[in-house]
């Protein structure tokens, strides 16, 4: 079969051209931005990749053509897509179809933290043995990979809560039916289609629907929006986790007062199931540790593999990533661009690295975040951190330097990366921690600015 894929260099459509390569199927594809890593990657496994949305590629006259949610109404190949009578279908619904159908489904949902958690379960489920398939929204250290069919029964999916494409408004995790369900947190996000949580509510209302009653719903005790969904209406065990409380929460992650999460003891009730020790730091990565474990658990790994597993996990690219270490200043990628992810990750470098001078770069780059909807949060999410800098780039138009004006004169705005990454150099020194976040390419300031600290 001949598969065309628009949208093809986006980090879940090039998983699908990934999983559709390994099928066996002919895969070709284009999308507006054909650049590496992502186009080296799909051409070393043979895809043909065009340039932009010229609706001549048609005339390749595929079997069927796979629709990105990044593509919509009014675009010239979408038009011809529609005019000429062709196949077409989604992403996550191909998906479904042709890889999850007759697989045990593990899907990890939530606002945050679903790359690194499907990540962890993924590793997981391979340092048992289990060879799993997966497609997971980021590069997992252990495997290089986003996606990958594995010989298994089991396949992971990071389960987004963003629509599916322009003829399919719905969560694309609707379309995964599966057996084993996370629900690690719940907030608002994706301002552009969703104008409220009870809206994001309703989505994932209708992933608990699918859940089998054989299945297992893994949901955080300690996240209010997930409770209530659970409260509308589920027909699925299911096993509650936190990280830091007990109460009447089955399971939690047990740590040293102001431990950082690097070590931590997991506990089911009052017995101890065992200490972890691993490289990740922060108590939201202790919970999304405490997701997978569980989910694994109905799988049928036992908590001892798990715990021995992730002492071997590798982490994720651009989670808390350390891009180099010049001179003694750390420079990290990092994709938080929430408030929360932004503060639960800041807490958990400064946990780490205890009074050492962190400074916090960041661009407000998500849909949502250009929408402006989080600025009255921001001020707070980047408290911890002893220096900041906002890069205030298209599409921003709100004001950010009055967003973080509470912060004093050690807040402070940028319009060019160039420019600031002059200032960064200029001002930082030996011991220095700088924390980059952004969910895009950043400009390239990651290799500039290690650049200019050796230079």
């Known amino acids: 079969m001949h598969i065309h894929i628009l949208g093809i260099c986006g980090t879940f459509m090039g998983g699908i051209a990934a999983l559709a390569?390994?099928?066996?199927?002919?895969?070709?594809?284009?999308?507006?931005?054909?650049?590496?890593?992502?186009?080296?990657q799909l051409q070393a496994m043979g895809i043909e990749l065009i340039e932009g949305y010229d609706p001549a590629q048609l005339r390749l006259d595929p079997d069927v053509v796979v629709v990105g949610n990044v593509m919509s109404r009014g675009n010239p190949l979408i038009e011809a897509l529609l005019d000429s009578g062709k196949p077409y279908t989604s992403g996550p619904?191909?998906?479904?179809?042709?890889?999850?159908?007759?697989?045990?489904?593990?899907?990890?949902?939530?606002t945050h933290g679903k790359t690194t958690t499907s990540s962890i379960l993924a590793w997981i489920l391979e340092y048992a043995g289990l060879d799993p398939g997966f497609l997971i929204g980021g590069v997992p250290g252990n495997f290089n990979v986003t996606a990958r069919l594995g010989s298994g029964r089991h396949f992971v999916v990071e389960a987004d809560e963003y629509d599916t494409a322009f003829f399919d408004k719905r969560a694309k995790f609707v379309h995964y039916r599966p057996r084993t369900a996370i629900l690690n947190n719940l907030e608002h996000d994706h301002a552009d289609i969703y104008p409220d949580v009870a809206a994001i509510q309703w989505q994932?209302?209708?992933?608990?629907?699918?859940?089998p009653r054989n299945g297992m719903v893994v949901a955080n005790a300690a996240a209010a929006h997930v409770m209530e969904v659970i409260d509308k209406g589920c027909w699925t065990p299911v096993e509650r986790f936190a990280a830091g409380v007990s109460g009447d929460t089955a399971w939690y992650a047990a740590v040293e007062?102001?431990?950082?999460?690097?070590?931590?003891?997991?506990?089911?009730?009052?017995?101890?199931?065992?200490?972890?020790?691993?490289?990740?730091?922060?108590?939201?990565?202790?919970?999304?540790?405490?997701?997978?474990?569980?989910?694994?658990?109905h799988a049928g790994v036992d908590v001892a593999t798990s715990i021995a597993a992730l002492e071997t996990f590798a982490g994720v690219r651009r989670r808390m990533?350390?891009?180099?270490?010049?001179?003694?200043?750390?420079?990290?990628?990092?994709?938080?661009?929430?408030?929360?992810?932004?503060?639960?990750?800041?807490?958990?470098?400064?946990?780490?690295?205890?009074?050492?001078?962190?400074?916090?770069v960041l661009e407000p780059r998500s849909n949502?975040?250009?929408?402006?909807?989080?600025?009255?949060?921001?001020?707070?999410?980047?408290?911890?951190?002893?220096?900041?800098?906002?890069?205030?780039?298209?599409?921003?138009n709100w004001d950010v330097a009055g967003a973080v004006a509470s912060l004093g004169a050690h807040a402070r705005v940028s319009t060019d990366i160039d420019?600031?990454?002059?200032?960064?150099?200029?001002?930082?020194?030996?011991?220095?921690?700088?924390?980059?976040?952004?969910?895009?390419?950043?400009?390239?300031?990651?290799?500039?600015?290690?650049?200019?600290?050796?230079?």
């Open 368 to 396: 949502t975040m250009k929408l402006g909807t989080h600025r009255d949060a921001l001020a707070h999410s980047l408290s911890q951190a002893d220096e900041v800098w906002m890069y205030q780039g298209p599409g921003v």
């Open 93 to 110: 619904e191909w998906l479904a179809r042709h890889v999850l159908a007759g697989r045990w489904t593990l899907a990890v949902a939530g």
């Open 321 to 360: 990533e350390v891009r180099g270490v010049v001179r003694g200043i750390t420079v990290y990628d990092d994709f938080a661009h929430h408030p929360t992810a932004i503060e639960t990750t800041i807490d958990g470098l400064r946990r780490r690295i205890g009074k050492a001078r962190l400074i916090a």
């Open 204 to 211: 994932f209302h209708q992933l608990l629907r699918m859940v």
């Open 419 to 455: 420019a600031l990454v002059e200032e960064l150099h200029r001002t930082s020194r030996s011991g220095d921690h700088i924390l980059l976040m952004s969910n895009g390419g950043f400009g390239g300031i990651h290799a500039k600015l290690l650049a200019r600290l050796r230079g």
């Open 21 to 40: 390569r390994s099928c066996g199927h002919r895969v070709t594809g284009s999308d507006q931005n054909v650049y590496p890593p992502m186009s080296d």
């Open 257 to 297: 007062p102001g431990g950082d999460y690097s070590r931590f003891t997991i506990m089911e009730g009052n017995a101890a199931m065992g200490e972890v020790q691993w490289s990740l730091v922060g108590r939201h990565n202790a919970e999304n540790a405490l997701a997978a474990i569980l989910a694994a658990r």
